[in-house]
């Protein structure tokens, strides 16, 4: 099991695409704030794409994902509003379920980064350490934030399973999000859960409780 390394708390800002050095550096504690482009992911565009063989037409290599299904509305499209769509309430969907698809969206796509509530398993872990990514958590109940840092909807593929669909997004100032899960198998999650575990069984012991 990884040694969780002490948080340093120091703040980047990373214009996406970030290369594997950028994201190694990162380490749990950190913030981060990014700019450029982001990709909008959910189960449904997941499940076609591994499951049942699906392709997408974006570059991912380098890029973060976003798990989202976002509340757009459908415009005309137009220099602003590019992909027919625009921005209503863009928020961030708990992650746990989609814990499967972080190690392929990795390796056959090069995703370098997740975006979600609630943190993931020792799989994806694992794949963070194997091919340099991270975990960015994000504050529940925020979504009316995280739009406001959504400039514009460039693009959208897999359209058939919107809300699900896989979207381009050009963001600014897209954070600070949290470190939560990096490339040196620390988890903040992990950490969270041994130490409650270890303040329990303290308080059972004063109380001459045996577990």
């Known amino acids: 099991m990884a040694t969780e390394k002490p948080a340093t ?8 695409p970030a290369s594997e050095a950028q994201i190694r550096a990162l380490r749990i504690g950190d913030t981060v704030t ?24 974006f570059d991912l290599r380098g890029h973060a994902v976003i798990h989202t299904a976002p509340n757009v509305r459908r415009v005309d499209v137009s220099p602003e509003h590019p992909a027919g769509y625009e921005p209503v309430c863009i928020g961030t969907t708990t992650s746990a379920r989609m814990e499967r698809f972080t190690a392929p969206l990795m390796r056959t796509y090069g995703v370098r ?3 979600g509530k609630g943190g993931l398993g020792a799989a ?17 109940g925020t979504a009316a934030l995280e739009t406001t840092w959504i400039e514009q909807i460039e693009d ?3 359209d058939d399973l919107n809300p699900e669909s896989l979207w381009r997004f050009r963001i600014r100032g897209f954070g ?3 470190v939560a899960m990096d490339s040196h198998g620390g ?11 270890t303040q329990r069984d303290a308080v059972l012991a004063s109380l001459g409780i045996r577990v």
Do not use: C, K
């Open 9 to 16: 708390g120091t703040h980047s800002v990373l214009g996406m």
């Open 113 to 115: 980064a997740v975006i």
């Open 187 to 197: 988890s903040l999650y992990t950490a969270v859960q041994q130490n409650t575990r």
């Open 124 to 140: 994806s872990s694992g794949a963070f350490v194997e091919f340099g990514g991270v975990y960015l958590a994000i504050v529940g």
């Open 34 to 57: 990014l700019n450029d482009t982001l990709f909008g992911i959910r189960d449904a565009t997941q499940i076609q794409m591994f499951d049942h063989g699906r392709t997408t037409r």
């Open 156 to 158: 959208v593929d897999l």
């Open 176 to 178: 600070p999000l949290l």
